[in-house]
């Protein structure tokens, strides 16, 4: 077999691995048949020499296109995977502290989770084996434990939660009776105090701490993103997730200055 029958049949099964997505399979024939055809290009005619050229050009850049594609997908599989570790972290401290109905709410939200990374991530589906049925096994009992005995609970895959992450309608605003709270002039007051261009902003508790900000869908503020002023958009572009902007963004480490966030009552 001649150099160029061989750098034809390796571009041919490039192709074909390109198609069924194996794409280290796919890379290597690219990367190896583009050499060989630059092995080639000084025996032969000068009028076919940019015909070679061009093709070698086209196969590098399918194997770059597909190197970048694979280290995006692993990326963002890594952000997925580590998201469902947290969840399941969330979900097994509230179930070993009791609290029966946080816990059932985060086993549904990693179970959400794990649905979208078998559909989008094939390839990792063994690898979280073992936390679905977990979740699964967890999700179904706390659900027998919080149904009420006289009503019949559906199924888990009838069932939907989504998370309550508004400032009006956090649960530290409703009236308990059995822990110390505002009154009922006391929220009146922060609730007419707290709006900023006509959007509620409630300052945040104690209770607060114990909300659960990391979901299977990201959060979405119902009033929109906040719009920035003219001195603002001249020194910025727009708001962007941490995870759009780096593969690995890291919370907060330290203190934050709440001495520069201030809230004015006129009276």
């Not at 050499?35 to 080639?40: A, C, G, N």
């Not at 559909?119 to 690898?127: A, C, E, L, V, Y």
């Not at 027998?144 to 939660?161: D, G, L, M, T």
Request: proline share 4%; hydrophobic share 35%.
């Amino acid at each position: 077999m001649d150099d160029l029958t061989r750098a034809k049949e390796l571009a041919s099964l490039a192709v074909v691995f390109d198609r069924t997505q194996k794409v280290d399979k796919a890379i290597e024939c690219y990367h190896t048949a583009s050499l060989i055809l630059d092995k080639l290009i000084p025996n032969v005619p000068e009028n076919q020499k940019k015909v070679f050229r061009d093709k070698i050009r086209e196969y590098l850049d399918r194997a770059a296109q597909l190197q970048q594609n694979d280290i995006t997908s692993q990326e963002q599989s890594t952000r997925a995977l580590k998201k469902l570790y947290f969840l399941m972290e969330q979900a097994l401290d509230a179930d070993a502290a009791d609290l029966k109905e946080t816990a059932f709410k985060l086993y549904m939200q990693a179970l959400e989770l794990v649905s979208s990374l078998r559909s989008n991530f094939p390839h990792i589906s063994t690898n979280i084996h073992g936390i679905t049925e977990k979740a699964l096994n967890r999700a179904e009992i706390l659900k027998q434990e919080i149904s009420p005995r006289n009503n019949k609970p559906a199924p888990i895959s009838q069932r939907h939660f989504k998370p309550l992450l508004q400032r009006e309608t956090s649960i530290q605003l409703h009236v308990d009776v059995n822990r110390s709270s505002y009154t009922e002039e006391e929220k009146a007051v922060l609730k007419a105090t707290s709006k900023i261009n006509n959007n509620l902003y409630m300052p945040f508790m104690k209770m607060d701490l114990s909300e659960k900000f990391q979901y299977a869908i990201p959060f979405e503020d119902k009033d929109g993103l906040l719009m920035l002023s003219t001195k603002q958009q001249q020194e910025f572009d727009k708001w962007v997730r941490p995870d759009e902007i780096s593969a690995d963004p890291k919370l907060i480490i330290g203190n934050i200055n709440y001495y520069s966030i201030k809230q004015t009552v006129s009276i």
